[in-house]
């Protein structure tokens, strides 16, 4: 990365963050905002150095459910979207089971999960899973379903198979498509498993905000969700910097 967008990416966001931060703590403070209402930034950062030990114990639990559920969405996702993606047919088929699947609340299965896998990580993942599956098929079977007409024609007139026009056309055009669904779906799987984690769970950071929010502790409450905040900035920035490794092309005009 060059110099100038590394100032770029980097600068601009930390400025914009610490001024938001000043404003909100002017806030607080100057019309005297109760803490269980909204705590200022100072009284968070306390709160995150006070209660370190267990907010770091329940981001790891949080973290690594997240991220199998979003490995599984990833696989699955990639995998059925091809599967869709192959044949126009199937694809008109199977894209309003889709639909109707993503448009279940996510919130109202937990439960269910929780019945037939009981309390712990399980449902946090599966639920992740869930949640974030949806984005990452469609992308894929829509960057697969839209490759060019005529450029499949010239390509079987140059005795290419259809496998070929898969492999050498179609999947490297639907690479946009899959890890613009990667950014979203990573940032999906969070809130899939926090939800899960509030409905019913040992562990996690959505557990330990609603016990800190059942005991009036706002400041904690916040603290977790700064935590949150930076592991989804964190995992978004991950895989946009493998979106830029493998799709380079896509963002050649803009790097000018």
């Known amino acids: 990365m060059r110099r100038e967008d590394l100032f770029r990416n980097t600068v601009p966001p930390t400025l914009f963050t610490i001024a938001l931060f000043v404003i909100w703590e002017i806030v607080c403070r100057g019309w005297n905002i109760p803490l269980t209402i909204l705590p200022a930034p100072s009284d968070i950062f306390i709160a995150l150095w006070q209660y370190r030990a267990p907010i770091a114990d329940n981001s790891w639990v949080t973290l690594w459910t997240t991220l199998v559920g979003f490995l599984l969405a990833t696989g699955g996702g990639l995998l059925l979207g091809i599967v869709v993606g192959w044949n126009k047919n199937l694809y008109t088929a199977i894209y309003p089971v889709l639909v109707g699947f993503n448009s279940v609340p996510k919130v109202a299965v937990v439960p269910i999960l929780i019945l037939w896998f009981g309390l712990g990580e399980l449902p946090a993942i599966i639920t992740a899973f869930l949640i974030s599956f949806f984005p990452i098929v469609v992308n894929v079977a829509t960057g697969l379903a839209t490759t060019?007409?005529?450029?499949?024609?010239?390509?079987?007139?140059?005795?290419?198979?259809?496998?070929?026009?898969?492999?050498?056309?179609?999947?490297?055009?639907?690479?946009?498509?899959?890890?613009?669904?990667?950014?979203?779906?990573?940032?999906?799987?969070?809130?899939?498993?926090?939800?899960?984690?509030?409905?019913?769970?040992?562990?996690?950071?959505?557990?330990?905000?609603?016990?800190?929010?059942?005991?009036?502790?706002?400041?904690?409450?916040?603290?977790c969700l700064l935590v949150l905040a930076f592991l989804g900035i964190v995992l978004y920035a991950v895989t946009a910097i493998v979106e830029k490794r493998f799709t380079g092309w896509a963002f050649r005009g803009q790097n000018r």
Not at 151 to 179: C, H, N, Q, T, W
Not at 191 to 220: P, Y
């Open 148 to 223: 060019s007409p005529e450029l499949e024609d010239v390509l079987r007139a140059l005795g290419a198979s259809k496998m070929d026009i898969m492999k050498k056309v179609s999947i490297p055009g639907a690479l946009p498509y899959f890890f613009g669904s990667l950014k979203v779906a990573i940032t999906l799987a969070f809130v899939g498993a926090v939800v899960s984690e509030t409905v019913g769970a040992n562990k996690g950071l959505g557990k330990l905000m609603l016990d800190a929010q059942a005991a009036f502790q706002v400041q904690i409450v916040f603290a």
